[in-house]
């Protein structure tokens, strides 16, 4: 296979900005990380933000879900994971927006439970919280 018929993947950019990061070339590892997001399927922003949230890196979850949304935003999917990365750092009111959203993009009655109830648990947490 011609090298110059690969198309890049999702994953191998991340993975070479990544280990640009490490070797101090920022600015490189962030033309990889854009290129990424440019050529990214819906699944690949949602595993790949859940992957960033396991090591702690929620503000690149964050961000990487909101643009997710923002790319397809006829997604249930895509609004519900940026609501369960808002209930995972703490902010109920974020994600009690999202995930209504994200209620409002399906009427498959399985989704509409999941949805419900990661909205009880925001809920909770609000009134916990005050």
């Known amino acids: 296979m011609n090298a ?3 198309k890049p993947d999702f994953m191998d950019l991340r993975t070479r900005a990544e280990l640009l990061d490490l070797c101090g070339d920022a600015e490189a590892a962030e033309r990889l990380r854009n290129l990424s997001i440019e050529i990214a399927r819906e699944v690949d922003l949602v595993c790949y933000a859940y992957q960033l949230m396991w090591r702690d890196r929620y503000d690149e979850a964050i961000d990487l879900l909101a643009r997710n949304a923002a790319a397809h935003p ?3 999917n895509a609004w519900h994971s940026l609501g369960e990365a ?3 750092i703490g902010d109920p009111d ?3 927006t999202n995930y209504r959203t994200a ?3 399906t009427d498959d009655r399985e989704n509409l439970e999941l949805i419900e109830g990661a909205l009880q648990r925001v809920n909770r947490l609000e ?3 005050s």
């Open 127 to 129: 009134a916990a919280a």
């Open 4 to 6: 110059a018929n690969v």
């Open 103 to 105: 209620a409002e993009l």
């Open 94 to 96: 974020s994600a009690a």
């Open 86 to 88: 808002f209930e995972t």
């Open 74 to 76: 006829t997604s249930w």
